[in-house]
């Protein structure tokens, strides 16, 4: 397809790991735009697409279409030669002749700039390319809600449905059959998904990234719970959860992406030494369920704010930006804001603080019998104590 139009035509590219509301931003942006005057192609497999040429038109039948739709009908990829983060503050310079090849497609096919649809990596390559002069506007999407510059991204709230719908199914089994369930969930170094599914949920304990434990302790925990009759145990616990400094990962074949793999297997091969058969452990990884199916209504809602926004955005020439939701309200804020540092959790935050008041050990163990109460039974699945 070739681009003829008198018409302005922008360019959207999502990169990173796909989750739910990617469909929506793209038929939010593109019904915004038409009005405005713009047209639209579709990049497919993120910047592999925009450097190989390989795009689609996207109209306003396409819009109604895919708004509601799971996953991405652009394809996506979190490899290839555009990778820019590989780790937690870790960035990669992009080679200058790719960033030369995206540019050069851009200006020949005609694109007057881009939207950029993704996370920490892809938006990190996005300010890359922005410094050589291509027009973009950024979008934050992430199940990890970890950029820093916006209070939620779009994905993150189907991701957190999934998993506490997950979590409930598995409190029932975990009471039926006395066990202690490790619920592994995704988020990278960031542990707001934990957070959130595990408070959510009514978890006994979450297990985060930003506050490390000592295996001792967890122990602790669970024979405090056994000696009060509590003989199940719902344990969320974040992969980047780290086990003595060390967070369970495996290399990329392919790319030096870290990726984290295996830690609540790891918790129970290690509390089993530490105390042989005193309990009977399982555990349960969530994995990519947490990214596919349909956007959440809350998600659906973000992600159209966040379309028609980011159109709103480059319509006034604002490029370099990415627009973010700070106090309810969308705000366009500079893509580097966004990038520089991970939104990590605090002790200050007000759902750290509801967890910690509800009786989930989050870690600290003498804060946590500090505040339990034997009496207490608000986190088992029946309100039923044993006499």
Not at 54 to 67: C, F, P, T
Not at 173 to 191: D, Q
Not at 264 to 277: C, F, G, Y
């Amino acid at each position: 397809m070739e681009i003829t139009s008198t018409q302005k035509t922008i360019g959207i590219v999502n990169s990173g790991g796909d989750c739910a509301g990617i469909n929506t931003v793209i038929a939010s942006a593109v019904i915004a735009g038409i009005r405005m005057g713009y047209q639209f192609v579709g990049f497919e497999l993120g910047w592999e697409g925009l450097i190989d040429r390989k795009y689609r038109k996207l109209d306003l039948e396409d819009a109604g279409r895919i708004q509601n739709l799971g996953g991405t009908v652009l394809h996506t990829t979190n490899r290839g030669r555009f990778a820019a983060k590989v780790g937690q503050n870790q960035t990669n310079k992009i080679d200058p002749e790719i960033l030369e090849a995206c540019k050069r497609s851009v200006d020949e096919l005609g694109i007057d700039g881009l939207l950029v649809i993704g996370g920490d990596g892809t938006l990190s390559g996005a300010l890359q390319l922005a410094e050589t002069g291509v027009n973009i506007v950024g979008i934050p999407k992430s199940i990890d809600n970890d950029l820093y510059a916006t209070e939620h991204t779009f994905g993150f709230a189907t991701a957190v449905e999934v998993a506490v719908e997950a979590i409930d199914r598995i409190q029932t089994t975990a009471f039926s059959h006395n066990r202690i369930f490790f619920v592994e969930c995704m988020g990278r170094n960031a542990g707001w998904l934990s957070l959130y599914a595990g408070l959510a949920a009514g978890a006994d304990a979450i297990l985060l990234p930003e506050f490390p434990t000592s295996l001792d302790d967890i122990v602790e925990f669970l024979r405090y719970r056994r000696d009060r009759h509590r003989n199940s145990t719902i344990i969320v616990v974040s992969e980047a959860f780290e086990i003595e400094g060390k967070a369970v990962t495996q290399g990329s074949s392919v790319t030096n992406e870290v990726i984290f793999s295996g830690i609540s297997n790891e918790l129970i091969r290690r509390l089993e030494e530490l105390a042989p058969h005193e309990f009977e452990m399982r555990n349960v990884v969530l994995g990519h369920t947490q990214r596919g199916g349909s956007p959440c209504a809350e998600d659906r809602i973000l992600s159209k704010r966040f379309g028609t926004r980011a159109m709103e955005a480059y319509d006034r020439g604002l490029f370099g930006h990415m627009v973010a939701l700070q106090q309810g309200q969308i705000h366009p804020v500079p893509i580097k804001d966004a990038v520089d540092r991970l939104k990590l959790v605090t002790k200050e935050n007000n759902i750290y603080e509801a967890a910690r008041r509800t009786g989930i050990f989050l870690g600290d163990l003498q804060d946590y019998l500090a505040t339990a109460r034997p009496d207490n039974m608000a986190n088992m699945p029946y309100m039923i104590s044993a006499k």
